[in-house]
């Protein structure tokens, strides 16, 4: 059991192992099938990086891979070249070990300053064509340069590798050095894994520059060691992205998206934080000010035998008016919050509404509704803008079981609403004659409602006002619970 344990754990890197002693074998019987294979599998693995890249690029947001992708492509189109002109292939058969140690320059000029690069382009808006027409230039004119003789020469034969070349390899090692720093930097954005990957990527890179530093021969031994690890750095680059891109595509692709996701889910905490503390801060501003209303009240009790009646009234009006702006806030505060839906007895909850109001309220029929706290503070609203507004005397309540939905109608006896304002009156801050105060009450009990019902008005007969709120049956108050929760969170 030990056994499977430690195999399923280092079976990947037994394998490479195995890979990497079985093309030593191969390198003793032809470097040149050795160096081919290695080159054409670093080819595949970064023409795969830009196929993955380039086809996500819609709906890609991570600007580093789809950058890196772009850059691989020119980057394996010079490694292919390198491929056809290494000593042997008989492809390029009078340039000797140059033109390939030209291309093997170029090649990594290119892949190192693009890695370096590749990490400014995070959280930044790609234009893919852009950088794509500017690869596809710069590399023209590199590849027009070494095959016009203009570029300087890497290798000679007889005595090795070249100043340029040898201060190349450091000069790509320092810069391949430099975005390993830069990736660090920005870690955060990356998958644990993937950062590790590429890191270690760019690290077997460098490696392979330093051992390409010492060759005199390009099938020498040196040669063959910076090849090994430089397999290792592709082979890496495709765990990094071509295998998580396949089996765990967000951790790669869509990482981005959950980073947004992790974001709001912040956001949504900070805001209900300070939405509990504006509601404390509420209630706690009504406690005080009723406090002093109720002071206020009685003192204008005590006062009315030394009282001129105008002031009386200004008085009364005043404390009405601030009473009114408390229950509107108190309202207010809880369209502030989704909260839970709950079944209630709607019968029962009217009549406790109507002990607090000194006309007849006539009580009809029964039904169960899923709704919240808030549909008190609504029914509430209505009958005293009946007596307020309306001038009402006696208002019926009726309600029912209507073509699946709860129906509550509140009918007034009072002068009713004007023509010219009725599509008005939910309005938000909407305010009629003398009386209307905020402007905010019916259209706070709109939104309340809307959270699982609609509401509407119609002419009673003879006179006054019919309000009519329809409830939701319990699958449609579920449906419109999660539309307002995404709402929220947007």
């Not at 990527?201 to 040196?222: M, N, P, Q, R």
């Not at 001129?308 to 309202?331: F, G, R, T, Y």
């Amino acid at each position: 059991m030990e056994f499977k344990t430690l195999y399923g754990k280092y079976s990947e890197s037994l394998f490479l192992f195995l890979i990497m002693a079985c093309l030593y074998f191969v390198s003793l019987t032809s470097f040149l099938l050795f160096h081919s294979i290695v080159e054409v599998t670093s080819v595949v693995i970064i023409s795969a990086v830009f196929l993955i890249a380039w086809n996500s690029r819609y709906y890609l947001k991570n600007s580093y891979l789809l950058f890196l992708g772009i850059s691989f492509l020119f980057v394996a189109g010079i490694d292919f070249l390198h491929i056809m002109s290494y000593k042997g292939m008989g492809i390029f058969p009078d340039e000797g070990s140059n033109l390939p140690t030209q291309l093997w320059i170029a090649a990594r000029y290119l892949q190192s300053i693009s890695l370096l690069i590749a990490p400014f382009m995070l959280r930044k808006e790609l234009n893919v064509h852009k950088v794509f027409s500017i690869y596809f230039a710069f590399t023209s004119l590199i590849l027009a340069s070494i095959f016009s003789g203009y570029f300087p020469d890497c290798f000679i034969e007889g005595s090795g590798l070249t100043q340029f070349k040898i201060i190349s390899e450091y000069l790509i090692s320092l810069i391949l050095l430099a975005s390993f720093f830069m990736l660090h930097k920005h870690k955060a954005e990356f998958n644990h894994d993937v950062y590790m990957l590429l890191s270690g990527a760019i690290i077997f890179s460098i490696f392979a520059e330093l051992s390409f530093t010492f060759y005199i021969d390009v099938y020498g031994f040196s040669n063959m060691v910076g090849h090994y690890f430089k397999l290792v750095s592709f082979y890496l680059i495709y765990k990094a992205i071509v295998v998580t891109s396949l089996t765990r595509p967000y951790d790669l692709l869509y990482r981005e998206l959950k980073m947004r996701e992790y974001d709001l889910v912040k956001k949504k905490e900070s805001q209900e934080h300070l939405l509990e503390t504006l509601g404390l801060v509420n209630k706690i501003l009504r406690h005080d000010i009723l406090n002093d209303l109720n002071i206020v009240s009685l003192s204008v009790g005590n006062l009315k035998e030394r009282m001129d009646e105008w002031e009386l009234d200004m008085s009364e009006k005043a404390v009405q008016h601030s009473l009114k702006i408390i229950n509107e806030m108190k309202d207010l505060e809880s369209l502030m919050y989704v909260r839970e839906l709950k079944t209630i007895d709607l019968r029962q909850l009217v009549l406790e509404v109507s002990q607090e109001f000194p006309i007849t309220v006539n009580v009809n029929g029964n039904c169960s509704v899923k709704a919240d706290g808030g549909l008190h503070s609504v029914i509430g609203n209505i009958v005293q803008n009946a007596i307020v507004h309306g001038k009402a005397e006696a208002v019926d309540i009726s309600m029912g079981e209507k073509e699946g939905f709860c129906e509550l109608r509140i009918a007034d006896n009072g002068i009713g609403i004007p023509e010219k304002i009725k599509g008005r009156v939910f309005d938000e801050g909407f305010k009629y004659g003398e009386s209307g105060h905020t402007g905010i009450g019916l259209y706070i009990a709109k939104r309340i409602v809307e959270r699982y019902g609609d509401i509407s008005l119609e002419d009673n007969v003879p006179s006054g006002t019919i309000f009519i709120l329809r409830f939701y049956s319990n699958d449609r108050v579920d449906e419109k619970k999660e539309e307002m929760t995404s709402i929220l969170e947007k």
